[in-house]
């Protein structure tokens, strides 16, 4: 006779072989923690933890698992919709919530994936046909389905078939009522779902450390004349942030200091966001034990190598006490996208830093400010910091925050706004004439940074570079290498080409904007614009010491003009790289007094794209039915530009036969008008993982020392087609 406790399977072998009991219980330790912190019934949700997957119970599923052969009947069996057919085991007042956590955790209960959400199957193959598939054979399985529950300590009873009937159509007629709204219940169980299942027998371990809010001691004791915001009492009551101050004031430091709880820090770029990451776990900023979690799409090759699979695993979950990501990663908010619910209860009554919120398109403004709605619907302490934010947003982004009565604003004065003079801009015609003055630059022994808009240019000129300087240590960064090559790149400018005295020479596009702490001699760039400009400035003499203040040390920039023909200004606007060019300086200082009205002349007006109807949420109401998500959203497929990927030919054995990891290293990130070239490269796709385009090792020319540093070529591809 079948041992339940031991032979039932909630996870296959190849995913690791959980039994069902174990994989209940897990799911029960971290929806209790989760509970707590929401201030829900933790003993109920540990009760739905323990029926959410029962159903796996049921031999149909069992024999998937077990790889035995089996083909499904007409009716796709859900292991969810089998699950609730043992709430009578449970009090009659407890059905609703539990419900709400199981029915919907994998689908939405209508217009679901593949039609299979509750009320889409129901009303498809009919009441009756939906029950009788997942009740039969009722009297071999409900035992061992109940002796698993009764060992994890529930007081259990024989259920008959006409009472498993009643749940099912309790459910029924629960789901069938729900109108506009989301479910804390379903947040719940789906957070504590994820988290037991990627880390399995590490559960415990990571659960422990939950919803804890971070020790900002660090923060409150740097005190520095060299960093202006360090000397200003962060304690204002008001709940709501917004500073502006240029890069090297402290500002980063003074949001930390305004945060009471636990911390979402967004960050516009990767590059940007892995930088503030390592910042926060350098030993120093928090203690060792804090839960310090970084979220992008190659996350999980930062950080220390030596990290066990399970903290890289941890990275997406709930309950971190620091979390470093993008806005992207929080458009689910505002789009109702799957795992929505989840996000909202992690997020629900933290501290959310939006580090330089102007660096995005309009549409990815919009975004932003719609995503700031809804933090504060959740109880959000939202901190507003900026070095270049136009005076139009900064009005927009104060009235959404509540005006000044809930916001505690801060720029800097005038005075203190000298000692941020550094550098001198030069206005050039051309390309040409910008770059003669690279020579001289060597010879003094600078470091040189080379920025251009496009990934193709910065390919031409690193070339042109290398051929001309072969004896000067150089490197190109961009966004089209391997993720596992690009964070190896990155690690190598901050350890190497920025810490090493001697020339060099770094080509790279915007992904060296914000936040990458690196304080190079000279730039040389293409017109951007004005925000974007700023930012770029801040990689060079970006260190302040009392000798550089003291000194006034200055260092050059070079900007070369926009081009005449529209096409090759993209990705920007030619009148606003036009408009921008006008407003440097030229051989002459750029005071940072003067910024502000620099911006304000680009950016007279708040100029937001209208994205109200990819919306959830629209004047403080919430229009998705409860229990309901959409499968996907045409807003985030805009905004991830970057979202199509492609691997090597030579890779594509290794992508697929990989872990998440392996597979994410080997991924390229390409624009998604390259997904065109699916339909005529000889290679295809692949179907595993993100199903990346496969192009020919050719167009791929990784870091030295096993190439030359180009990464992907796009123009390539088209050659061997």
Not at 523 to 541: E, K, V
């Amino acid at each position: 006779m079948m041992n339940p406790l031991v032979e039932i399977l909630a996870k296959s072998s190849r995913n690791g072989g959980t039994t069902l009991i174990e994989h209940l219980r897990h799911v029960a330790s971290v929806a209790e923690r989760i509970a707590y912190a929401l201030g829900l019934d933790a003993k109920l949700a540990r009760l739905g933890a323990y029926l959410h997957d029962i159903g796996k119970a049921h031999p149909d599923f069992q024999r998937k698992l077990y790889k035995r052969a089996f083909d499904d009947p007409g009716i796709p069996f859900r292991h969810e919709y089998a699950s609730l057919l043992f709430l009578p085991i449970l009090s009659r007042e407890h059905w609703g919530p539990i419900t709400d956590m199981i029915v919907a955790h994998h689908r939405s209960v209508k217009k679901g994936k593949k039609e299979q959400g509750f009320l889409d199957m129901v009303n498809m193959e009919g009441a009756d046909e939906v029950f009788n598939r997942h009740a039969s054979p009722w009297a071999e399985w409900s035992p061992y389905a109940l002796e698993i529950l009764k060992a994890l300590g529930i007081s259990t009873r024989q259920i008959n078939l006409d009472e498993a009937k009643e749940a099912f159509e309790f459910v029924l007629e629960h789901c069938t009522k729900k109108g506009p709204g989301w479910s804390q219940w379903k947040g719940l169980l789906v957070g504590a779902d994820h988290f037991a299942s990627a880390l399995i027998g590490e559960t415990e371990r990571y659960s422990s450390a939950l919803f804890k809010i971070p020790d900002f001691t660090f923060f409150h004791n740097r005190l520095s004349a060299l960093y202006p915001l360090s000397q200003i009492d962060a304690s204002d009551p008001r709940p709501h942030t917004l500073v502006s101050a240029p890069t090297g004031a402290g500002k980063t430091d003074f949001l930390m200091r305004r945060c009471k709880g636990r911390v979402f820090y967004t960050l516009p770029f990767q590059a940007s966001i892995n930088a503030m990451f390592k910042r926060f776990t350098d030993g120093r900023s928090f203690p060792h034990d804090t839960d310090i979690r970084l979220l992008h799409a190659s996350s999980r090759l930062i950080g220390d190598t030596k990290n066990e699979y399970e903290e890289r695993a941890l990275q997406p979950l709930v309950g971190s006490a620091v979390k470093v990501l993008t806005p992207h990663q929080l458009a689910a908010l505002i789009c109702g996208t799957r795992g929505f619910e989840t996000i909202a209860i992690d997020m629900a009554g933290t501290d959310v830093i939006l580090d330089e919120i102007h660096s995005y398109s309009r549409v990815a403004q919009s975004m932003v400010l719609e995503i700031i709605k809804v933090l504060l619907k959740l109880g959000c302490r939202v901190h507003v910091g900026t070095a270049t934010m136009p005076t139009a947003l900064h009005k927009e982004t104060l009235k959404l925050l509540g005006g000044e009565s809930e916001v505690f604003q801060l720029r800097l004065t005038a005075q203190q706004l000298e000692s941020f003079d550094r550098h001198i801009i030069h206005r050039h015609p051309d390309e040409q004439s910008a770059f003669e003055i690279l020579n001289q630059a060597l010879k003094r022994g600078d470091k040189i940074l080379v920025v251009s808009n496009r990934v193709d240019v910065a390919q031409r000129r690193f070339t042109e570079l290398r051929n001309q300087h072969s004896d000067i240590p150089m490197m190109l960064l961009h966004s089209r290498f391997r993720r596992g090559d690009r964070a190896g790149l990155e690690e190598r400018l901050t350890s190497e080409f920025e810490r090493h005295p001697g020339p060099c020479i770094v080509v790279a596009t915007q992904v060296v904007e914000v936040s990458l702490d690196i304080s190079f001699d000279v730039m040389i760039t293409d017109c951007a614009p004005i925000d974007s400009l700023i930012q770029r400035f801040g990689r060079i003499n970006r260190r302040r010491t009392p000798e550089t203040l003291v000194e006034r040390t200055l260092k050059p920039i070079h900007v070369i003009a926009p081009p005449q023909d529209g096409r090759d200004c993209l990705p920007y606007q030619k009148e606003i790289l036009k408009i921008s060019f006008e407003q440097l300086p030229d051989g002459d200082i750029l005071h940072e007094r003067d910024v502000q009205s620099m911006i304000d002349a680009v950016y007279p007006m708040v100029d937001l794209e209208p994205i109200d109807t990819h919306l959830v949420w629209q004047d403080g109401e919430f229009l998705l039915t409860e229990l309901c998500h959409y499968p996907s959203s045409v807003l985030m497929e805009t905004l991830n530009i970057e979202s199509a990927s492609c691997i090597c030919f030579s890779d594509r054995e290794e992508y697929e036969a990989g872990k998440y990891e392996d597979r994410v290293r080997l991924e390229i990130p390409i624009p998604q008008r390259a997904a065109r070239y699916k339909k005529f490269t000889h290679f295809g796709h692949s179907e595993y993982g993100t199903e990346p385009l496969i192009v020919p090792d050719e167009s791929y020319d990784p870091p030295p020392p096993k190439g030359g540093g180009l990464g992907l070529r796009l123009a390539e591809i088209e050659t061997f087609i």
